[in-house]
């Protein structure tokens, strides 16, 4: 039987200012933010590594330092964590750039501000299945009018519209925020500041190099001080 093996790295991308979730980022920054008794991205870290992911790299920004004094070199979670700095915001795009330079093998990329128990391995299968450049989750929503929703064709994404009327989305699934990633696709960004969603997705898109995963199952976004709280009320922390 052929044997799969695992994605190992995975890129977290945690630095923004936390802006939206004033005060409580005054002192704190929103990847260290507790919830359900563990920092936010603590929760991400520990669901990458219950899929066989044994190296992260964290990118920061805000409050580096307290990131990287809480979770050291990772050691203490069973995993080898490393940082890259932002000491000026550059994007997703960017941000995503700089932290996979050195990355010649797919690697898992999510945001560090949500939280989602994805089945990374289910994941990784659909996305050796399809030989895409980019498998991306998708989660359903009801209120589309708020996000960018995914046109599909099959099990390909083809396109993204922004914010579209509910009567008129392509469909009621959005980006939940966590993909498979060949680095070689991210040579189309530009240098520096860039956007991986316009710079990279809508131009592999058309060309039928995003391959859509359907995700079921727990999503909550932590970025303003209603989806916090949202999310404190109602997440389930993962076994």
Not at 52 to 80: M, P, T, W
Not at 121 to 150: C, I, W, Y
Request: glycine share 8%; aromatic share 8%.
């Amino acid at each position: 039987m052929l044997l799969i093996r695992m994605i190992e790295t995975a890129i977290i991308l945690a630095g923004g200012l936390g802006t939206r979730l004033k005060p409580l980022t005054d002192t704190i920054p929103k990847p260290l933010l507790p919830l359900k008794g563990k920092p936010i991205v603590q929760h991400t870290i520990e669901q990458l590594r219950k899929h066989g992911v044994k190296n992260i790299i964290l990118s920061i920004g805000y409050r580096a330092d307290q990131i990287k004094e809480y979770f050291g070199d990772g050691s203490n979670f069973g995993l080898n964590i490393s940082y890259i700095i932002e000491d000026s915001p550059l994007g997703t795009g960017g941000a995503v750039k700089m932290a996979a330079q050195e990355l010649t093998q797919p690697f898992i990329l999510t945001w560090g501000d949500e939280l989602k128990d994805i089945d990374y391995t289910a994941l990784h299968k659909s996305f050796l299945r399809n030989a895409p450049q980019v498998a991306m989750v998708l989660t359903e929503r009801e209120d589309v009018e708020n996000f960018g929703v995914a046109k599909l064709e099959e099990e390909k994404i083809i396109s993204f519209v922004e914010k579209p009327k509910r009567e008129d989305a392509p469909s009621n699934l959005i980006n939940a925020g966590a993909f498979i990633i060949e680095p070689d696709c991210l040579k189309m960004l530009p240098e520096g500041k860039s956007s991986l969603e316009k710079d990279c997705f809508e131009n592999l898109a058309p060309l039928g190099e995003i391959s859509a995963y359907h995700h079921i199952g727990q999503w909550y976004p932590t970025d303003t001080l209603e989806k916090y709280n949202n999310a404190n009320d109602n997440f389930k922390p993962l076994s």
